[in-house]
């Protein structure tokens, strides 16, 4: 049974950092991992998609990293800015038209 | 290209009610949507998996019969809330299965809060 886990589950720090968010999946066999931003009481974001094969995906500010083979990903967030404050889920779909598992996500706190 | 809208985006209603959420691909067709359900500060749970022309397939621990699933075309999957109850409030969230770039992904709607009094 894939599990999904992301750590920390809260992070506060202030404006202009960098900083590293970390998801962890117990089953390499995915067909892509994907990140979402939520914002409080909306729907969600979608940040970044890595396919299987892929290392990693940059989009403005924000790079994802992937390693099948450990079960870890990472979004990084450069330069960060009070705006960037949501909550981001990483997520796993077993195949292209399968359920998708959620982690519990990580609540980001950018200070002024 | 590859939007998802939901109707209503909020709705309050009393115990015992059935309310009925809509969850629409705009611009492209998906054979399968899924519906998600999310409580405060958790994460979304998948409820059901929605196939155009047959029945949901329905996550354990979700009751079909409270929960009805129709997706009767390409484009629009319903969510009946049936009998609702105070502890069905939550954050309804549907997607669909659709393509972009070439990748199949999931296009997920923005969602609609049910209240239930």
């Known amino acids: 049974k894939q599990e999904v886990t992301q750590i920390p589950a809260a992070l506060s720090v202030p404006e202009g950092e960098n900083l590293v968010l970390n998801c962890s999946f117990t089953d390499s066999a995915i067909y892509n991992l994907q990140w979402f931003r939520q914002d409080p009481g909306k729907g969600l974001t979608s940040l970044l998609l890595?396919?299987?094969?892929?290392r990693e995906q940059t989009s403005g500010r924000l790079n994802a990293s992937l390693d099948k083979s450990s079960g870890r990903s990472t979004l990084y967030i450069a330069a960060s800015q009070p705006g960037d404050s949501a909550t981001y889920l990483c997520?796993?779909?077993?195949?292209?038209?399968?359920?998708?598992?959620f982690g519990s996500g990580t609540r980001l706190s950018i200070r002024p | 290209g590859a939007v998802v809208s939901q109707h209503p985006s909020r709705v309050i209603c009393k115990s015992g009610t059935s309310v009925k959420i809509e969850c629409r691909s705009l611009?492209?067709?998906?054979?399968?949507m899924f519906w998600y359900r999310q409580f405060p500060k958790q994460s979304l749970m998948l409820m059901a998996t929605?196939?155009?022309?047959?029945?949901?397939?329905?996550e354990q621990g979700v009751e079909k019969d409270k929960f009805l699933i129709n997706h009767a075309s390409l484009t629009l999957s319903t969510l009946t809330v049936t009998s609702a109850h105070p502890e069905d409030s939550s954050f309804y969230i549907c997607?669909?299965?659709?393509?972009?770039?070439?990748?199949?992904?999931?296009?997920f709607g923005p969602g609609t809060r049910l209240t239930v009094l």
């Open positions: 997520a796993v779909p077993y195949s292209s038209a399968s359920k998708i598992i």
């Open positions: 611009d492209f067709q998906a054979t399968t």
């Open positions: 997607s669909a299965d659709g393509t972009s770039g070439g990748i199949n992904e999931q296009f």
């Open positions: 929605s196939n155009e022309g047959s029945k949901a397939t329905y």
């Open positions: 890595i396919q299987s094969s892929q």
